[in-house]
């Protein structure tokens, strides 16, 4: 798959039969195979043998002009977290090990399966997705592709989506992000992350961490392959001449976010970030440095755990009156903070939301984005995470600015913004609620100019 860097590099291949299916299913499921790769620790479970058959029918449908779509035949991964049919969705744990396989795909997953796309396994992820980490002491954590041999974490909690890409496993990784967890490791193994807004795209049929937060988003090589997956996610359909392209000489007013998340950035990303400003700039982007002190409420609305806390120990009381000694221990110690709140607590944090969402896009909407780092540090070692202080505080400190997005209801998308050669670094751009499209074009738009 090298050869075709994109998902539609790859159709557009199929098209003019340089191509087959069948040959671009082979190609991932032996990277997927390989000994010497992460496929072990990438993958959950592998359909080999039905990613085969579908390949097949593809290539047959194609030839008698009857291909559901363009990206009909075209593999892809599922994070642990989706429903397929005949498959068991353990959410990265042992604790659903014993559970019966799903019936149905969850509807998004169908989506994209009734447009030919092919499922070849099942990604894996911090164990019930919480976790900016993307560390699974149960599966095993596959390792970053930037400076492989030193094992760098891959971010999370869709771990196992991004690496699936980044290694030729899959054109798309499809995933969660209920604070950043496709944006994060997209940003970290130099990949495009999209987070939605929640309502666009169906979370039936998935194990959730924060029926309030999960939203359902994708990783890819373009912003194009991000676009593809969640048009067909969200509405089943895929209509190519809506396709952001980049390249519609817009001029972008873009409000660089200031104050705290700023802080405690590390030297590389601090200078690739001074870089990418001066590259917008000089290509004609209009930059504004801006404050939005309602952001600074949102710790606040957050100090007992937020809806991920409350919500998933809603979710997980009675598989933890029976498992609790085999979750991951740092989860279970998340999902217990749940208990910190009451009634009262959790009604108060469901008015604070809604208030310091109407006041922060009172603010930011002046903005045709609004554009901060995705996470201030490179990816750390995974070996530096075995200290349990030093997993804490740096699980926040790589939540710490996408998670904004989630708490404000909006859709935003990461887009790698380092040199060639240089340690991955995300630029995150965030648009407004349930404007999607636009913001899919702003980012092409700029995705271009980053790449020249």
Same mark, same amino acid.
């Given at each position: 798959?090298?050869?075709?860097?994109?998902?539609?590099?790859?159709?557009?291949?199929?098209?003019?039969?340089?191509?087959?299916?069948?040959? %671009?299913?082979?190609?991932?499921?032996? =990277?997927?195979?390989?000994?010497?790769?992460?496929?072990?620790?990438?993958?959950?479970?592998?359909?080999?043998?039905?990613?085969? !058959?579908?390949?097949?029918?593809?290539?047959? %449908?194609?030839?008698?002009?009857?291909?559901?779509?363009?990206?009909?035949?075209?593999?892809?991964?599922?994070?642990?977290?989706?429903?397929?049919?005949?498959?068991?969705?353990?959410?990265?744990? *042992?604790?659903?090990?014993?559970?019966?396989?799903?019936?149905?795909? +969850?509807?998004?997953?169908?989506?994209?399966?009734?447009?030919?796309?092919?499922?070849?396994? $099942?990604?894996?992820?911090?164990?019930?997705?919480?976790?900016?980490?993307?560390?699974?002491?149960?599966?095993?954590?596959?390792?970053?592709?930037?400076? $492989?041999?030193?094992?760098?974490?891959?971010?999370?909690?869709?771990?196992?989506?991004?690496?699936?890409?980044?290694?030729?496993?899959?054109?798309?990784?499809?995933?969660?992000?209920?604070?950043?967890?496709?944006?994060?490791?997209?940003? %970290?193994?130099?990949?495009?992350?999209?987070?939605?807004?929640?309502?666009?795209?169906?979370?039936?049929?998935?194990?959730?961490?924060?029926?309030?937060?999960?939203?359902?988003?994708?990783?890819?090589?373009?912003?194009?392959?991000?676009? +593809?997956?969640?048009?067909?996610?969200?509405?089943?359909?895929?209509?190519?001449?809506?396709?952001?392209?980049?390249?519609?000489?817009?001029?972008?007013?873009?409000?660089?976010?200031?104050?705290?998340?700023?802080?405690? *950035?590390?030297?590389?990303?601090?200078?690739?970030?001074?870089?990418?400003? $001066?590259?917008?700039?000089?290509?004609?982007?209009?930059?504004?440095?801006?404050?939005?002190?309602?952001?600074?409420?949102?710790?606040?609305?957050?100090?007992?755990?937020?809806?991920?806390? +409350?919500?998933?120990?809603?979710?997980?009381?009675?598989?933890?009156?029976?498992?609790?000694?085999?979750?991951?221990?740092?989860?279970? !110690?998340?999902?217990?903070?749940?208990?910190? !709140?009451?009634?009262?607590?959790?009604?108060?944090?469901?008015?604070?939301?809604?208030?310091?969402?109407? !006041?922060?896009?009172?603010?930011?909407?002046?903005?045709?984005?609004?554009?901060?780092?995705?996470?201030?540090?490179?990816?750390?070692?995974?070996?530096?995470?075995?200290?349990?202080?030093?997993?804490?505080?740096?699980?926040?400190?790589?939540?710490? =600015?996408?998670?904004? +997005? =989630?708490?404000?209801?909006?859709?935003?998308?990461?887009?790698?913004?380092?040199?060639?050669?240089?340690?991955?670094?995300?630029?995150?751009? *965030?648009?407004?609620?349930?404007?999607?499209?636009? %913001?899919?074009?702003?980012?092409?738009?700029?995705?271009?100019?980053?790449?020249?």
């Amino acid at each position: 798959m090298p050869s075709f860097p994109s998902l539609f590099h790859a159709a557009q291949a199929l098209a003019d039969g340089r191509t087959t299916a069948r040959k %671009l299913v082979e190609n991932a499921l032996a =990277n997927i195979a390989d000994l010497h790769g992460e496929g072990a620790r990438t993958f959950m479970s592998v359909h080999a043998v039905t990613a085969r !058959q579908q390949a097949d029918i593809m290539d047959r %449908l194609r030839s008698q002009g009857q291909a559901p779509s363009p990206l009909a035949g075209l593999p892809i991964s599922i994070k642990d977290l989706f429903d397929e049919a005949g498959s068991i969705t353990k959410a990265g744990s *042992m604790v659903l090990a014993d559970a019966l396989p799903a019936s149905t795909d +969850a509807p998004a997953i169908g989506n994209l399966k009734q447009a030919g796309l092919i499922s070849v396994g $099942r990604t894996t992820m911090t164990e019930f997705a919480f976790s900016g980490i993307g560390i699974n002491p149960h599966f095993g954590t596959p390792a970053n592709p930037w400076r $492989r041999h030193e094992k760098r974490i891959p971010g999370g909690s869709s771990s196992g989506a991004a690496i699936s890409v980044s290694d030729n496993m899959a054109f798309v990784g499809i995933g969660s992000d209920t604070g950043g967890s496709c944006r994060i490791p997209a940003a %970290l193994t130099g990949l495009i992350g999209f987070k939605p807004t929640a309502r666009r795209i169906s979370t039936k049929g998935t194990v959730p961490l924060s029926s309030t937060l999960d939203s359902i988003g994708s990783i890819g090589r373009t912003v194009k392959c991000c676009w +593809a997956v969640d048009s067909l996610m969200a509405t089943g359909t895929l209509r190519i001449q809506n396709a952001p392209t980049g390249r519609d000489g817009r001029t972008l007013r873009l409000g660089i976010l200031g104050t705290s998340v700023m802080e405690d *950035m590390d030297d590389t990303v601090a200078h690739t970030w001074e870089n990418c400003l $001066r590259r917008l700039s000089r290509n004609g982007v209009m930059l504004e440095t801006f404050t939005c002190p309602p952001l600074k409420e949102i710790p606040k609305a957050n100090s007992k755990g937020g809806f991920p806390a +409350a919500e998933s120990l809603a979710w997980h009381l009675p598989l933890l009156e029976t498992h609790r000694s085999i979750y991951d221990p740092f989860v279970l !110690q998340r999902i217990l903070r749940g208990y910190e !709140q009451n009634a009262v607590d959790y009604i108060s944090l469901l008015k604070s939301r809604t208030k310091l969402i109407q !006041q922060a896009a009172d603010i930011m909407n002046q903005y045709d984005a609004v554009i901060l780092p995705t996470v201030p540090v490179i990816a750390p070692k995974i070996s530096d995470m075995n200290d349990n202080a030093r997993y804490a505080a740096t699980n926040l400190l790589l939540l710490r =600015n996408t998670t904004i +997005a =989630n708490f404000l209801d909006l859709c935003a998308i990461s887009l790698p913004c380092h040199q060639m050669g240089e340690a991955p670094v995300g630029l995150m751009v *965030m648009g407004r609620y349930a404007e999607d499209h636009d %913001l899919f074009h702003i980012a092409a738009q700029l995705e271009h100019i980053l790449a020249h």
